[in-house]
């Protein structure tokens, strides 16, 4: 109650301050208020114009934040929380609550295939910003326009696919440290950036890059790969991992036709050193031989996208993309001869694939009067997959088996200009599977404008969450073990709500402008897949339909412009409750967590210069777990996560014309390693997590880009 009359106090005296009612002048070019955004739109257009709330971090934005991937540019998001996983390298992110299942992620409107599924669960950490031109945000359902899983949101990926210079050259090498630690080779963080773009003739553009990410992993008290004492002290806290990522895009635009080819390649290696450590004693000759069994975890992912736009008789705008991407996981296997540094009994092989064919088509202006407009589409999705992620090993004698998941959709939605301040947009969509009945999803926004300076949009709409390959086919039998999946599950059923109050206004005859929005949020969920007991003796394992989900909420976010001055300020409160039914006695309460964010930056034009800090603070946490009382009976409470506060700061300076531009910046200036927390429940052989990990300590970094553009 009190973190939400802060959020209410807050919210009104901002709405109080900026509500002056003076036209927006365009006084610096800071910002681009007539941005296109393509995310939701039936066609491009400006912001301003969308029905559909549209949130853009801009080229800009991404590189005075010197981020390595995808997850550090979105760290300081509003609503959006990111939590590595320091035993596989990848890191979980949530939006509104609700984990990587729940949202998409895609490139160029195409879903990014990974390596349980096609657009969810993606590992931001292999998404490299290079040549990202923005990211485009929508909150809440977009079943309609995406499909099943999109039921918090969507994250954009638009990439660069042209430039107005005849060669673009950009060199680029990022040094930083890891903590504290930082070596030429073995420590710290070491990143290498090449890219050439030309156009060929006014019709025709190319580019490509190549990066190299060397992430020596974070060592702390650990010793690395050679160090042959049985203590627990060999190996790393953050596992080591390189990445190679090589990029190409062709265009082609004449007339009535744009066309694009992009092609994507990546190949991770991740280092496990395991820290239990065999002597191999031979009392004979009182010398040890110490080895250990250590693997490398190789990931690889190829994307092939082909789109063309145009417009048919002039009158109907298309935009059709057909994608095919593979990502596999590999393991190697092997005994480390420690002193002889050499490995023997080596075992290699793929133990997880993912394949897709995609391809989305719209179709709009199909019905154009002066008041209404009316797009069709269509979206296929041809996903094949073998291994899971909980069962590495298979059996001797067993056979990976290859499933299937095929979708066919169709939908339709429309734009209804009822008023010249107020704008409705229907949609609709069917979906037929190979493996669940037919999902029909609905929507319903709208966008009022208020004067000048006042806008209010609506969304309602419905998204389903169609149950991953892992809850699907999972097969993890043995002595010690029995966790099955369930073919028989059926898609979770979600639907959101959103309502969005914004408000643009000046201050000093335009000198200062504001941005200002006020955000509520609904979000439930039904026939959520849990893992339950399905029997006690031997104990067994089963994914079910079983459990609802539900959070509310209300979130502020705004902005100022005066000068050479950019601040960002915003907060939320969100309240989630989970009723298990797949529990005796569960708790269905609300609670709550309060976040804020804070992202400032000041440039000094004559100095080429632009200081930068990023802020975000992670309120208490609590969930509800399941604890043995003093009685011994079972009984539900409050687990907590401890609050932490991130913060970042950059400063960005060119030198020769821009050609040189360096950046200079810390990470998590507040040194957070770990927070504490009673909010899990002990597995079957383990008992609860104490800490959660959130970084490895105060880093520096220096960036160094050289553009030649001719």
Known sequence: ???????????????????????????????????????????????SKSVVEVKVISRSDIERQGGNNLADVLNSTLNINITPNTATGKSGVSLFGLDGQYFKVLMDNIPIINEEGVGNNTDLTLINIEDIERIEIVEGAMGVQYGAN???GIINIITKKGSKNDWDITASVQEETIGSEYEWFDKGRHIQTLKIGHNFSENFYANASFTRNDFGGFWNDKQGENYDANDGLRGHEWLPKLQHNAKAVLSYEKENIKLFYRFDYLTETIDNFSENVDLNENPATATTNPTAQDEIYTNNRFYHHLNA??????????????????????????????????????????????????SRGTFSNIIQTETANLQLGYELTNEKGTGSSVAIVIAPGEEEITQKLDNYDFFAASEWQLTQRLS????????????????????????????????????????NRTPSYDELYTYFVDVNHNVQGNPELNPEKGISTFLHIKKNSTLSEGKIRLKNKLSFNYLGLQDRIELIVVQQNPLAYQYSNIDNYKAIGAFSENEIYFGNFKGQLGASVQGISKVLDSRTDSNDDFLFNLQLNANVSYSLPKYRTTFSLFFKHIGEQQQFVEKTNDEGNQEFVAGTTEAYSWLDATINKSFFSKKLTTTLGA????????????AFEGGAHNSPATQIPLGYGRSFFLKLTYNISL
Do not use: C, H
């Open 309 to 358: 736009s145009g417009s048919l008789f002039s009158k109907i705008p298309y935009n059709i993309s057909v994608s095919y991407q593979e990502q596999t996981k590999d393991l190697e296997r092997y005994t480390y001869y420690i002193r002889r540094q050499q490995r023997e009994n080596v075992e290699e092989g793929e133990y997880q694939s993912r394949s897709a064919f995609f």
């Open 1 to 47: 109650m009190k973190n939400t009359s802060f959020l209410l106090l807050f919210t009104l005296s901002t709405i109080r301050v900026f509500s002056q009612n003076q036209p927006i002048k365009d006084t610096t070019t800071v910002e681009k208020l007539n941005e296109v955004v393509v995310t939701g739109q039936l066609n491009p257009q400006a912001v």
């Open 667 to 678: 990470r998590n200036i507040f040194d957070i390693t770990a927070v504490n927390t009673t």
């Open 150 to 152: 999109a039921v918090s």
């Open 424 to 463: 409705l947009r229907p949609g609709a969509r069917v979906s037929f599977s190979n493996l669940f009945d037919t999902q029909y999803i609905g929507s319903l926004s709208a966008k009022q404008t208020l004067g000048d300076d006042w806008e209010v949009r609506g969304i309602i709409g419905s998204a």
